[in-house]
C-alpha cells in the first residue's frame, strides 16, 4: 500500500516563493500519476498542477507561470515550486497519486500567504 506525505508548508509573505514536496512510500512511484490539489478555508478543493508519469504538465489558469511541477522519479518524490506567491493561495495542499484508477492521498500541508 502506498503513502504520500507532503512537506514544505509554511508562512511566507506576498511575492515570496516556497516549495512543497511529496515523497512516497511503500510502492514504485514511477507508476503513478501525480497531481497537487489546494482546498482553501470554506472552499472546496480544487486542482493545482498534474504531471504524468511520462512527466506531461498541466496547471490551473491561476497558477499558470508562477507554479512548476516536478517529479524525481529516483527519490520517489513530486515537487510543487510556488513563486510571486499571493493571499489567495493560501490554502492546505494535498498531493495525489493515481494508479489504474486507485487514488491515494497525502494529508496535507499547510500553506499561507500573508504580510
Known amino acids: 500500500q502506498v503513502q504520500f506525505v507532503e512537506s514544505g508548508g509554511g508562512l511566507v509573505q506576498p511575492g515570496e516563493s516556497l516549495r512543497l514536496s511529496c515523497t512516497a512510500s511503500?510502492?514504485?512511484?514511477?507508476?503513478?500519476?501525480m497531481s497537487w490539489y489546494r482546498q482553501a478555508p470554506g472552499k472546496q478543493r480544487e486542482l493545482v498542477a498534474t504531471i504524468s508519469r511520462f512527466g506531461a504538465t498541466n496547471y490551473a489558469d491561476s497558477v499558470k507561470g508562477r507554479f512548476t511541477i516536478s517529479r524525481d522519479n529516483a527519490k520517489k518524490t513530486m515537487y510543487l515550486q510556488m513563486s510571486s506567491l499571493k493571499p489567495e493561495d493560501t490554502a492546505v495542499y494535498y498531493c495525489?497519486?493515481?494508479?489504474?484508477?486507485?487514488?491515494?492521498w497525502g494529508q496535507g500541508t499547510e500553506v499561507t500567504v500573508s504580510s
Open positions: 495525489k497519486g493515481t494508479d489504474i484508477g486507485n487514488n491515494y
Open positions: 511503500g510502492s514504485i512511484f514511477s507508476i503513478f500519476d
